[in-house]
């Protein structure tokens, strides 16, 4: 193994700046790693090796040549199979779309290209997204690489899995009701779910439209949070493909702007108990930014629980609707994981045009009635999830006495996704069987800069990535 696969993004593409590494060196390293890997983690759906190494050849002649570089020049990473790549299948998992090849990239796709980062391929995830745990009939399970019986997550699982593991600098992943940020907490490395439109959503499958439109977003991963950073600015920006796109410039929090925040903290919303060790990571993220001078006190915002219930009602029951045209007379293609998302929303009353207004109205009402709360504490600290990374198949964990069921372990992100917040997450603590666990930091619509400025500070207070014991 090369510990060139565990730089810093940024610290590789200043190495490469500097003549210290070659591209080609640093993404065959990746290549290598992720071979070697694949038996074990499944983390990748495809390796471009032979296209990959020619861009990296590219990337080396450019710098020999003195030639202007972009701020990933050289960088190897990877993207989710939901989003398109030029040439690469964009499966999303699923039987129903075998063999799917865009003809051309995503947006943000293109703009990494544009930095000069070099696309080692596109990893796994559940069938059509709608899981938790990443595993599906066209390319089988991922494994987390704390531990190959637990799951990274999902839906951003195989991407999760590979930038932990080495097998790529950094990436990029989707997030409809936390599948960014789970993972991210589930395989210990960081995550961003922007604002939605933040960084345009265009080529991302499903569509990020209709009930989709305002919970589902694209975002970098990372294992570090000023690798986040760097792919933001790169990211980011408008594009008339993106419903909620809008043309906010890139501006970084500045050291008196995050001093005189106020932050407020809840190691629980009050419904749905978490663990132990969830709540000292909380608690340790809050006392670090304390200790740093930051005015941090215990605050949970009022309408969680509601505004989950909401969540549950535009992502599931309405996605449910956009997905039924889709599947049905395909029922025995499905994989287990996709016949489990949509057994539970056939277990609900239908859903009804005033059920469905009347989510839409309350979600905006929700919202404003946080952004209020928000006008005192502009960030929030809480925990990912009810639990650490949990065993292939599992499905209800006991805490403290009390039964935790699937769906509202998750409830911990849901909420952000409703309510359009963005948020991130950095490694904190480590659960009694040295499983990462994260801790969420949510911010206002728009202030990406300032979400993460304040989870650069707790990275660096409490250790941030580790390697996984592979």
């Given amino acids: 193994m ?14 490469i700046r500097s003549k210290r590494i070659s591209p080609v060196e640093l993404v065959r390293a990746h290549l290598d790693r992720a071979e070697k890997l694949h038996p074990q ?40 199979s939901s989003i398109d790549v030029a040439g690469l299948r964009c499966e999303a998992g699923t039987k129903l779309r075998a063999g799917c090849v865009p003809e051309k990239d995503a947006p943000l796709v293109a703009r990494l290209k544009a930095a000069g980062a070099v696309i080692l391929g ?37 991407e999760a899995a590979a930038i932990a593991a080495g097998c790529s600098a950094a990436g990029v992943g989707s997030d409809g009701g936390g599948s960014i940020r789970v993972p991210a907490h589930f395989s210990g490395i960081c995550g961003l779910k922007p604002t ?23 975002g970098p991963m990372a294992r570090r949070v000023r690798d986040l950073e760097a792919l933001l600015k790169v990211m980011a920006g408008p594009d008339e493909g993106d419903v909620c796109s809008a043309p906010v410039p890139f501006r970084p929090a500045s050291e008196e702007e995050v001093r005189r925040l106020r932050i407020g903290y809840f190691e629980d919303d009050g419904e749905t108990t978490v663990t132990p060790e969830t709540r000292a990571a909380v608690r ?35 996605g449910g609707l956009v997905l039924g045209p889709i599947l049905a007379g395909h029922e025995s293609e499905l994989s287990p994981i996709l016949r489990e998302f949509v057994a539970m929303v056939a277990a609900e009353p239908p859903l009804t045009l005033d059920c469905l207004l009347n ?30 990374a949990f065993r292939h198949g599992e499905r209800a964990w006991m805490i403290d006495g009390q039964t935790v069921n699937y769906l509202d372990a998750m409830r911990y992100t849901q909420w952000f996704n409703l309510t359009g917040n963005p948020a991130a997450v950095v490694p904190v603590g480590r659960s009694p069987e040295e499983l ?35």
């Fill in 41 to 80: 983690l499944n983390a990748m759906v495809h390796l471009e090796r032979d296209r990959a190494l020619e861009q990296a050849l590219a990337a080396e002649q450019a710098v020999m040549r003195g030639e202007r570089l972009g701020p990933l020049h050289g960088v190897p990473v990877t993207i989710k």
């Fill in 196 to 218: 939605p439109g933040r960084i345009p959503a265009t080529g991302h499958f499903p569509p990020c439209v209709g009930p989709f439109a305002g919970l589902g977003v694209v």
């Fill in 122 to 158: 596109n990893t796994n995830v559940p069938e059509m997204l709608m899981a938790y745990e990443t595993d599906n009939v066209l390319h089988g399970r991922t494994n987390n690489p704390w531990d190959l019986t637990r799951t990274p997550g999902g839906s951003s699982g195989g």
């Fill in 436 to 470: 990462p666990i994260g801790v969420q930091v949510v911010g206002r619509p728009w202030e990406e800069e300032v979400v993460l400025a304040v989870a650069a500070r707790i990275e660096q207070a409490c250790g941030g990535w580790q390697k996984p014991p592979l």
């Fill in 284 to 318: 340790a993220a809050a006392k670090a930014l304390e200790q740093q001078g930051l005015e941090v006190e215990p605050f949970r915002p009022e309408g969680l629980e509601h505004a989950r219930q909401l969540w549950w009602t535009l992502f599931g029951l309405a």
């Fill in 359 to 388: 989510a839409l109205i309350e979600r905006d009402q929700c919202r404003t009635r946080l952004l209020e709360q928000m006008q005192k504490f502009p960030i929030l600290l809480c925990p990912v999830c009810a639990i650490p």
């Fill in 2 to 15: 090369s510990d060139l696969t565990y730089l810093a993004a940024i610290e590789m593409a200043q190495m």
